[in-house]
Structure formats: C-alpha cells, structure tokens
C-alpha cells in the first residue's frame, strides 16, 4: 500500500514544477480567465442538463452559437488595427447578408450554393471594404464611420425585406444539419472556414501588420507600413467574416429575418472584450472571441435550463458580464505586473 | 500644391468646427432646404414641436458629451432614460410628492452613473464593455420592476412643462427648451471655468500627464459617468411628460441618436476635444433633420438608412483626422 503509494508520488514531484510553470504560464495568458469560465459554465450546464452534449441537443447548441462567434470574429481585425478601431456595423451587416441571400438572391433564380456563397461573402467584403476606405482614407473615427454603416444596413435590410420571409435557400438547410447522428454539425465548416482564412492571413504576416499598426500606429508608419492600407484590409477581412456569419444565421433560423442582425453588434463587442483582447488595439486573437462568445451563450443556455424567468436573463447576463471583466482585467493587471513572480513559485 | 491647398483647408475647416461656424451653418442649411420643399415645416408650431425634441435629445446628449471628452463612450443612456420614466410615473402613482421623486430619480441615475465610471476606471475596463453591462442590467431591472407594461401616471405639472404649446414667462419656448439651454450654459461655464471641467480636459487629452498634474483618473471619471447618469434620468423623467406615462424602452431611440448628436457637433470621440456648446448645435441639427426626413414621408427604416449617410457626411466635412504623417 504504502510502497504504490510511494511511487506514485516520486513521479508526481518530479513533475510539479514543470507542471507548476506550465500553470505559471497557464494563468499568466490572457485566456486563462476565459477558458476557466467556458469549463466552469459547461460544467454547470451539465449538472443541470446532462443530456446537453447528447446528438439532438449538441447541433442545436451549436447552431446557435455559430453566429455569434462569427460575430466576435468579425469584430476582431477592425479592434486589432488601432486608431480607435471598432466595427459596430458587425451585426447589421450580417443581418444583411441574411436579408440578401433570402429577399434578393432567391427571386432571382441565385440560390444555389455555388452561386450565392460567394455572392454573400463578397457582399460582406464590400460593407468590411467601405467601412476600411471611409476609416483609412477618409481618415473619420471609426466608431462615427460604423455607427453610419449601421443605421445605414439596418435600414436598408428593412426596406428590401419589411417582413420576415421564409423560403432559405438549399445550403441554409445543410447547414442546420449535422454528420454522425447529430454529433457533427454542419454549421461548424462555417467556424473551420473563418479559422482557415484566419490562419492563411497570420501564415502570409498580414496578422502582424495589423498588429503593428494597432499596437504603435506612428511606428509602422516610419518602418514603411502602408497604415491606409493595412486598415482598409483589416476592416474588409472583418466583413468577411461577418458574411460567414450571415450565412450562418439563415442556416439557423431558416428564413430572412430584417431584425435579428443589428442584435448581435453589443454581443459581438462582448464576447471580444471577455476573450481578453485589448479594445485599444494591437493585441489579441480569435481564439478568445470565440471563447468569450462561448461564455455568453453558456451564460444564456444555464439561465434558460434553471428556468429562470426571461426578464430575469438580462438582469443576470449584464452583471455576470461586468464581474467577468473585472476578473479578466485583475488577473490580467495582477499577472503582468510582476512578469517573475510566477516563474519563481 | 495640392498636399498644401488640403492642409489649408483642413486648419481653416478646424477652425471654423471649433468656433460651432460649420454647425450654424448646416443648421441653417438644412432648415432653408425643409422650407422649401415640406410644407408647414418652418410654421411656428412646427418649430416648438422641434425645439422640444431637440431638448430631450440635448440633455440626453450633454452628459454623453462629458463623458466623450474623457474618452468615453456611455451605452447605458437609454436604460437609464428608460429607468427615469418609469421611476417618475411609477412613484406619481403611488402618491410620491414631486420633489421627493426628481430627487430620487437624479439620485439613481447618479448612482448608475458613479457605478460605471468606478468600475471602468478601477479596473482599468473599456466603458464601452462597462455601460453595455450596466445598461444591460438596468434594462432588465425595470423590465422586472414594470411587466414590460405602460405603468403610472405622469405628474400633471410635468405635462405642461414639456408641452410643445407651452410658454415659458413672455418666451414663446416650452419650460423644457428654458431648462436644456439653462442646463447646457452652465455646463459650458463649468467646463470653461471652473477646476473640475479643466481637469476634465486635461484627463480626456492625455490621462498620464492628468496623473502627473495630480488629476485623479477615478474621481474625473466618476463626475463624467455621474453626470451623464443624472442628465440620462433627467431626460427619461422629462419623457414622461411628454409620453404621460412610464415605458421601460423609451430611451432606446436614444441609443446611437445621443452620439450621432455629440458627433455631429463636431466633438471628439477620441476625448479632450469638445464642448457642450458644439452637442446643443449637433442636437438642433440631427432634430431638424430627423423631422425634414419624416416630411418627405419615408417609411423609418428609410429614414434610418438616410440617417446612417448623413452622419458619415456631415463628420467627413469637419471631423477628418490628421494624415498619419503629419502626426509625427
């Protein structure tokens, strides 16, 4: 008993302190708070619901929180390049998206995959591509540009398409589908697509330009940066992805909805800011978006498995979003201003 | 030639934003264009109708300013109007006197208003995130508080006071428009003139220097928060006059219409460039022109669409920032 016991232990302490600094570094990352919270909430939501990862529930969960972690992707390259950058035209925009590819594409004979995808995404670009041209060479604040695009797309989506409408095109309904008996859906080749782009776009060092620009704007300039350029990049890659969003928003709820768009611009805001980006620019990636978009739809899906009356969700979600970014913002203040301290415990 | 003949207009268009020149100019502008072509648009009652609008907006507005000129951005105006209108109709319903109910509704939103300015320069968190979260929570406190249903009664003074018809004294002006000018010149004087509107400034210019010169980051930021909150219950306390009664979501118009106004007058987003004087201009011209583009009878999501174009173009004519080159 005693002797198993013993050599269990001598490998455990030999480990622990390659294990300590792999904690050390572990916290001091600026998704350590937001990884904790996805873990505790899915474990909370389990020993509420535990048939929550069962096939039926899975797809639906996901379905659901597709968007708006395409949201939270779309917001990033615009907050990432500095200057003030933000997208607040991220939700109307994909709002239109889903507007276009029902009212505008499916009349008009265009609602085959092939055709209207790419459509989609090149509408996206272009919203992404006039915000960056009104930004970089317009040289207006970012957030006076995008609250103009958003009035503008969210008017515009209720002018084409007054009422809801039914009648999605074809990929809609693959992509409210799912592979292996619901274990696999199909919305999440959206999220793989974005991860794709993502990835190529860091691999080619446009990810660093941006970065440069965003972290010191007048640095990048004198080592040769086209900022103007950079910028204009940055928010049309954002549009992009807000049309993967778009398309994964008529998958979802199967219909052109004028209304459902402009809802997900704080959302997107949100789950950027709690996956530990800085909102000033030049840090950050897409991995905590998506994590903290994860953490808001976890928050919302507890609440709703509690029974907790829907007035009460608002109540809750704004004051578990405010306690999180304090957290995150502690943890990230306490983590970097004694960058050794954590090396030597 | 053509890099000095833009740089050249650029100063003087700075200038002219500065002094609220471009702002007079673009109220008139769109005045002479809504009485030329809708009729009864420049009427005298159609102007009153404007000028309570306008000061509704105004005030929601000034304490957007404020907390703009930190380098802030207050998102959670409209709850807090919205938590104005019903406290007001609620606690007049239930017998509350007047005075004990402005208090306590200014005093709420004082306190909301504290709470984000605290939190956001505590710890150190972008208001943006702080307000939604707040707003968020304020929303859906009233939401509870109210069923989501039209509740109370506004008091019957109130009603005279924001009545476009009404008259203040021998001035053809609602008691309202009276207050929001009132309100905004005092605000101007206090910016101008005393040591926490300086301080205001020098925080929202460049808040390591404020540190330096021993201006408090918390205590600028919680009289800009406070003041915004207050101002925000204000205005949501006046609405009910207007309304007559207390809805949870009547300051949602004021969302993006609050900044548009602080924009459109040609203030800063950035911080430390504004006044409360240029957000009276921008709240007068975005009222003119939001009911120029109800008299050409578009559906509103036209209206918005337009709106959204406008805005863009109206900062585009004064607001562009400095080439990045001439920054260094």
């Known amino acids: ?345 | 030639m053509h890099r000095l003949l833009t740089s050249l207009r650029s100063t003087r268009l700075g200038r002219f934003a500065g002094s609220g020149l471009v702002q007079l100019l673009s109220i008139l502008v769109i005045f002479l264009v809504g009485r030329s072509t809708v009729v009864g648009y420049s009427s005298a009652s159609s102007l009153r109708a404007m000028s309570v609008l306008a000061a509704f907006l105004g005030i929601a507005a000034m304490g957007q300013t404020l907390v703009v000129l930190v380098g802030g951005i207050d998102l959670s105006i409209p709850a807090v109007i919205g938590a104005g209108n019903v406290m007001a109709s609620k606690l007049t319903g239930q017998g509350v006197s007047s005075p004990v109910m402005i208090a306590a509704v200014l005093a709420t939103g004082l306190c909301i208003g504290l709470l984000n300015g605290y939190v956001s320069s505590r710890f150190r968190v972008p208001p943006l995130i702080v307000t939604l979260a707040t707003g968020s929570v304020v929303g859906g406190a009233v939401l509870l508080w109210t069923n989501a249903a039209l509740t109370g009664n506004a008091p019957s003074w109130l009603t005279g006071f924001t009545s476009a018809a009404a008259t203040t004294g021998p001035l053809p002006l609602a008691p309202v428009v009276v207050l929001w000018l009132v309100l905004a010149a005092a605000g101007e004087y206090a910016l101008r003139r005393t040591r926490p509107g300086r301080a205001l400034y020098v925080n929202g210019v460049n808040r390591e220097a404020a540190r330096l010169m021993l201006v408090s980051d918390r205590a600028v930021l919680s009289a800009a928060f406070g003041c915004s909150g207050v101002c925000a219950a204000l205005t949501g306390l006046l609405l009910a006059g207007f309304t007559g009664s207390g809805l949870f979501d009547v300051g949602s118009p004021y969302l993006f219409s609050a900044i548009a106004a602080v924009v459109i007058g040609g203030n800063s987003l950035l911080g430390g460039r504004g006044s409360i004087l240029r957000c009276v201009l921008g709240a007068a011209a975005l009222t003119e022109l939001t009911t120029l583009l109800v008299g050409f009878s578009l559906s509103a999501a036209a209206q918005q669409a337009i709106l959204g174009i406008v805005v863009v173009a109206v900062v585009a004519s004064y607001g562009r920032e400095q080439h990045i080159g001439g920054r260094i």
């Open chain 1, 1 to 345: 008993m005693t002797i198993t016991q013993n050599a269990a232990a001598r490998p455990l302490a030999q480990a622990a302190p390659r294990g300590a600094r792999i904690a050390g570094a572990a916290v001091r990352s600026p998704l350590a708070v937001v990884t904790a919270m996805v873990v505790a909430l899915i474990a909370a939501d389990l020993a509420v619901t535990p048939t929550m990862f069962s096939g039926g529930h899975l797809a639906g969960s996901v379905n659901l929180l597709v968007p708006t972690a395409l949201a939270a992707i779309a917001g990033v390259p615009s907050i990432l390049s500095g200057g003030g950058g933000l997208d607040l035209s991220v939700g109307p925009l994909l709002g239109f998206v889903n507007v276009f590819a029902v009212a505008v594409l499916m009349p008009h004979g265009l609602g085959s995959g092939w055709i209207s995808i790419p459509l989609c995404l090149l509408l996206g670009a272009l919203g992404g591509a006039v915000n960056g041209a009104l930004v970089a060479y317009g040289r207006l604040q970012p957030i006076v540009v995008t609250l103009g695009t958003y009035l503008f797309l969210a008017g515009i989506a209720l002018v084409v398409l007054p009422q809801p409408q039914g009648g999605a095109p074809g990929w809609a309904g693959f992509l409210s589908g799912a592979w292996l008996g619901g274990y696999l859906p199909h919305s999440l080749v959206l999220l793989l697509a974005a991860a794709l782009l993502w990835l190529a776009l860091r691999r080619l060092g446009f990810v660093r330009l941006i970065t440069a620009v965003g972290s010191d704007t007048r640095a990048a300039y004198t080592a040769g940066v086209d900022v103007a350029a950079v910028r204009l990049g940055a928010y049309t890659i954002g549009g992009v992805f807000a049309a993967l969003a778009g398309l994964g928003l008529t998958g979802l709820i199967g219909s052109g909805d004028p209304t459902v768009g402009p809802q997900y611009t704080l959302t997107a805001m949100a789950a950027v800011a709690l996956g530990g980006n800085a909102l000033a620019g030049g840090r950050g990636g897409i991995l905590g978006p998506v994590l903290g978009a994860a953490t808001l739809f976890l928050i919302q899906s507890l609440l709703s498995a509690l029974s907790v009356s829907s007035l009460w969700i608002q109540v809750v979600y704004g004051a578990v979003l405010l306690a999180a970014i304090c957290l995150n913002s502690v943890v990230g203040t306490a983590t970097r201003a004694r960058p050794g301290a954590a090396g030597g415990a």
